[in-house]
């Protein structure tokens, strides 16, 4: 390999890099609720593949109609939710990559405007795709619970 070419695929691969962290916080963006008004469901589906999935620890739902609907209705109660990206670890396999992110989510209800924390580990897979990075699946393990969510949604997290 000449210096252009390893220059090259090092260019590639921190874009490759770039474009998949942008991907996970887009995600974050549009799952945001802020005055009551969540983001764009249509928007947050199209960041998967046609065939993605998504497990919130609330049942897998796959494709774009699926999300949409998941995302339409599991946030009618809160108020206010915001999602913080954290510690990115990527692995790039060619045309596909896998990646784990923490993160800390925050959110108020219509009862209760305080707060409730939860903390997950997100498992991504993500594709190549001859637009962009999307995701192949997401499935998120919490690992720490506000007991206020467990008051509140007990039974729902499995």
């Known amino acids: 390999m000449t210096d252009l070419q390893s220059m090259q695929a090092q260019l590639t691969r921190l874009n490759d890099l770039e474009e998949i962290r942008t991907l996970r916080h887009r995600y974050a963006y549009l799952a945001n609720i802020v005055d009551g008004v969540p983001g764009d469901a249509e928007q947050f589906a199209a960041l ?19 999300i949409v ?46 707060p409730i924390w939860l903390s997950n580990i997100y498992s991504d897979e993500y594709v190549r795709t001859a637009q962009s990075w999307k995701f192949q699946s997401v499935t998120i393990k919490t690992t720490f619970v506000d007991p206020q969510f467990m008051e509140a949604y007990a039974g729902m997290i499995e």
């Open 69 to 114: 609907a998941m995302m339409t209705s599991a946030t009618t109660q809160w108020t206010c939710a915001m999602h913080y990206m954290l510690n990115p670890l990527i692995e790039l396999k060619g045309d596909r990559a896998e990646g784990k992110v923490s993160g800390l989510f925050a959110f108020t209800t219509t009862d209760n405007p305080s």
């Open 48 to 66: 998967f593949t046609p065939t993605g999935t998504l497990d919130l620890g609330m049942g897998l739902v796959t494709g774009h109609a699926e």
